[in-house]
């Protein structure tokens, strides 16, 4: 395995159900980021991890729920999702935040494509 | 608020033809940038970057020009081949070191 992987690829889900989306980095890298990407919008950057502690919530809803428990692993619990949550949720990682040695480069996970209903 | 975006939101181009992608940026503080490519079903993945101390960077088949006169940057793709077909974004680092990222150009080639 190599890169970031995500799971699961895609997930149905109804507005009371709670799921969770997992990320893993098999890069070494020390920052990882939730993004949310809906169609004709920029990526919507949801959380930042820097060595397993958050440092950056975009003001995100409560019903997503991040979790960091190690440099390599980031969840993202969901839970009373909306309809407009619909989205590709992307994963990425960096060996450093932005502006430090390597925090430039994000690497992206395949995402996982989320439809609530 | 500052932003990075691309001109267009879909540029056609013939197979073989060279494709140019436009991105404008706000921020003057900006001081990086980075292209990526993201196709059918996939995250996006780096392509290419540049620093605001060079005006242009070329890598395998990929040109990118940046204009800090105008707050501008292009990237050129020579020869564009059917594997090339994806969507791209510009992205660039704010003075906060944050990556703001634009909305993305589809690229589609015609045969």
């Known amino acids: 395995e190599t890169g970031v992987t995500q799971t699961p690829r895609h997930l149905v889900m109804g507005m009371t159900n709670k799921k969770s989306l997992k990320c893993e980095q098999h890069l070494g890298h020390n920052a990882m980021y939730w993004y949310k990407q809906s169609a004709k919008k920029p990526l919507e950057l949801m959380f930042v991890y820097n060595f397993k502690e958050q440092t950056e919530n975009n003001s995100v809803p409560s019903r997503f729920s991040p979790e960091c428990p190690n440099s390599s692993h980031l969840f993202l619990h969901l839970h009373t999702l909306q309809p407009e949550d619909s989205a590709l949720y992307l994963c990425?990682?960096?060996?450093?935040?932005?502006?430090?040695?390597?925090?430039?480069?994000?690497?992206f996970g395949p995402g996982t494509r989320l439809t609530v209903l | 608020g500052e932003s990075v975006g691309l001109h267009l939101p879909t540029l056609s181009v013939q197979e073989g033809d060279n494709s140019i992608i436009n991105c404008a940026y706000s921020n003057s503080a900006s001081d990086y940038f980075i292209w990526y490519k993201q196709e059918s079903g996939k995250g996006p993945q780096f392509i290419i970057d540049?620093?605001?101390?060079?005006d242009k960077r070329q890598g395998q088949r990929v040109t990118v020009l940046l204009n800090k006169t105008v707050k501008h940057l292009s990237l050129q793709i020579a020869a564009t081949q059917p594997g090339d077909s994806a969507v791209y974004f510009c992205a660039g680092r704010n003075r906060d070191d944050k990556i703001i990222f634009g909305k993305g150009t589809r690229l589609h080639i015609l045969p």
């Open positions: 990425a990682s960096s060996q450093e935040l932005a502006g430090g040695p390597g925090g430039d480069t994000q690497y």
């Open positions: 540049i620093r605001s101390n060079m």
